[in-house]
């Protein structure tokens, strides 16, 4: 059901973030989403949901994606794009977070994670890629963002190339950041409502 095609407007006006925190039994779901060419944030949507999945290795996206969801419906303002804080296809099932999210509401995702899950790294120029060591399949991509940091990993969510996906990790991301805007926005839209949510 994952399409690894470029299925994107011509002109991409909105891109999104999406993240999840935790507090206690309750999972936040949070999306921002911002102006692609200013990267100025348009609007911002969270979704607090009892945690109804434990936490299980590679199946993490189970037990995210609701949370995710459940903000997404609540936008006004629907985006050509969302970066998603995890894996794509660079998972062990072919199917993180971000594919799940991807096929589920049926929209273009990129999957933006900060360490490796799944796949052998072969060097590529201009960047090194993930394959897949059971058939050799490219999965993802690595890129350096800030120089001096750790690498993140790139992987197609649904309807996106992997060339295009990197493309607009690059443009959304500032110079004095590791991370796109867009994830870091939900990120700490994320966190401000999960600490909230403690005290």
């Known amino acids: 059901m994952v399409i690894e ?3 994107l407007p011509r ?3 909105y891109v999104a973030g999406a993240d ?10 949070a999306i921002a989403v911002l102006s692609y060419e200013e990267l ?4 911002e949507k969270i979704a607090v949901l009892s945690e109804r999945f ?4 590679t199946l993490l996206s189970f037990r995210e994606a609701p949370a995710i969801i459940a903000s997404f419906m609540k936008l006004k303002v629907k985006p050509d794009v969302i970066f998603i804080d995890g894996q794509g296809l660079a998972h062990p099932y072919r199917c993180g977070l971000a594919t799940h999210i991807g096929v589920v509401l049926d929209v273009p995702t990129i999957g933006v994670a900060k360490s490796k899950l799944w796949g052998e790294v072969v060097d590529r120029d201009p960047y090194d890629v993930l394959v897949d060591p059971r058939d050799g399949k490219v999965i993802g991509a690595i890129l350096v ?3 001096g940091f750790k690498p993140i990993y790139i992987s197609v969510g649904n309807k996106v190339s992997l060339e295009t996906a990197i493309k607009l990790v690059l443009k959304t991301t500032k110079p004095e950041t590791k991370l796109p805007e867009p994830i870091l926005a939900a990120h700490r839209l994320a966190t401000k409502v999960a600490r909230r949510l403690k005290n």
């Open 5 to 7: 095609e470029d299925r």
């Open 11 to 13: 002109r991409i006006k």
């Open 20 to 29: 999840v925190a935790f507090t206690q039994d309750r999972v936040v779901g």
């Open 40 to 43: 100025s944030i348009v609007e």
């Open 54 to 57: 434990p936490y299980v290795p």
């Open 145 to 147: 963002t800030k120089k």
